[in-house]
């Protein structure tokens, strides 16, 4: 069952505030990770610095993971069982040269006996290519 915003901030200690729940909520509509700028653009009247902040609050809470794309960095919400201090994003991070969206593909990811016999800190797994939407519009 998906947890409701409060229960999803409560779970990672994250303290409620308009921005964060406007941010977090828009967050969850997305299907591909969006960079810092482009959050800026949807929330154009907000405060950047405190875009920016909220983003940060949610990777050091594990409420959200930073991916490595081209030339920036891009946002994406966390599967619900990263921690603080367990932060799982040990899957595969899609970027399609055609349509420049990146996309998080839980179903390829470290085997488990991998990450359980290692103690791993950071992984930064990214494919490039076109994705199956671009593909079928060729």
């Known amino acids: 069952m998906k947890k409701t915003?409060?229960?999803?901030?409560?779970s990672k200690n994250i303290r409620l505030t308009t921005?964060?729940?406007l941010i977090y909520e828009y967050m969850e509509t997305l299907?591909?990770?969006?960079?810092?700028?482009?959050?800026?653009?949807?929330?154009?009247?907000?405060?950047?610095v405190t875009i920016?902040?909220?983003?940060?609050?949610?990777l050091e809470k594990g409420l959200a993971h930073k991916i490595p794309d081209e030339n920036e960095a891009k946002y994406r919400l966390s599967a619900e069982s990263c921690a603080e201090e367990d932060h799982n994003d040990?899957?595969?991070h899609f970027y399609c040269k055609k349509c420049r969206q990146t996309?998080?593909?839980?179903?390829i990811a470290l085997p488990?006996?991998?990450?359980?016999?290692?103690q791993i800190d950071e992984i930064q797994i990214?494919?490039?290519?076109?994705?199956?939407?671009c593909l079928k519009s060729q």
């Open 5 to 10: 915003t409060e229960e999803a901030f409560n």
């Open 19 to 21: 921005m964060r729940i």
């Open 31 to 48: 299907t591909a990770a969006l960079s810092l700028a482009e959050i800026e653009k949807h929330f154009h009247k907000a405060d950047k």
């Open 52 to 58: 920016y902040r909220t983003l940060q609050t949610f």
């Open 90 to 92: 040990t899957h595969l």
């Open 103 to 107: 996309t998080c593909r839980e179903e």
């Open 112 to 118: 488990k006996s991998l990450t359980e016999s290692l």
């Open 126 to 133: 990214l494919a490039k290519g076109i994705c199956e939407k």
